[in-house]
């Protein structure tokens, strides 16, 4: 059984950071690109971050660029998003997913995702 499980959400003000984790078991975790998606409410689900298999590719929203990075450890089965300079619109529930793909071009939309997790709530006070 696939589980990949959030942590490191939290209340945060406006500047501050945050790093969210996403602890992966029941697959084997290196076999699969890992991606980044939040909602926040009333909202759809948006397009965060992705990571290759390997990690030596990364491709982020625009809305998020240069301001978060994210990175994977394939020992620990877990992949990471660290968030800086955070701004209230970055308010959201961040849920991590698994895609069992080659290339991370295409991994801008939910659909193309295999496994999600739960999520984890930031909210960032003005």
């Known amino acids: 059984q696939v589980q990949l499980v959030e942590s490191g959400g939290g209340l945060v003000q406006a500047g501050g950071s945050l790093r969210l984790s996403c602890a992966a078991s029941?697959?084997?975790?290196?076999?699969?690109?890992m991606g980044w998606f939040r909602q926040a409410p009333g909202k759809e689900r948006d397009f965060v971050a992705v990571?290759?298999?390997?990690?030596?590719?990364?491709f982020y929203a625009d809305s998020v660029k240069g301001r978060f990075t994210i990175s994977r450890d394939n020992a620990k089965n877990t992949v990471y998003l660290q968030m800086n300079s955070l701004k209230p619109e970055d308010t959201a529930v961040y849920s991590c997913?698994?895609?069992?793909?080659?290339?991370?071009?295409?991994?801008?939309?939910?659909?193309?995702?295999?496994?999600w997790g739960q999520g984890t709530q930031v909210t960032v006070s003005s």
């Open positions: 029941g697959l084997t975790f290196s076999s699969y690109a």
């Open positions: 997913a698994a895609a069992a793909a080659l290339a991370i071009g295409a991994l801008t939309t939910a659909r193309q995702y295999d496994y």
């Open positions: 990571i290759s298999r390997r990690g030596g590719s990364t």
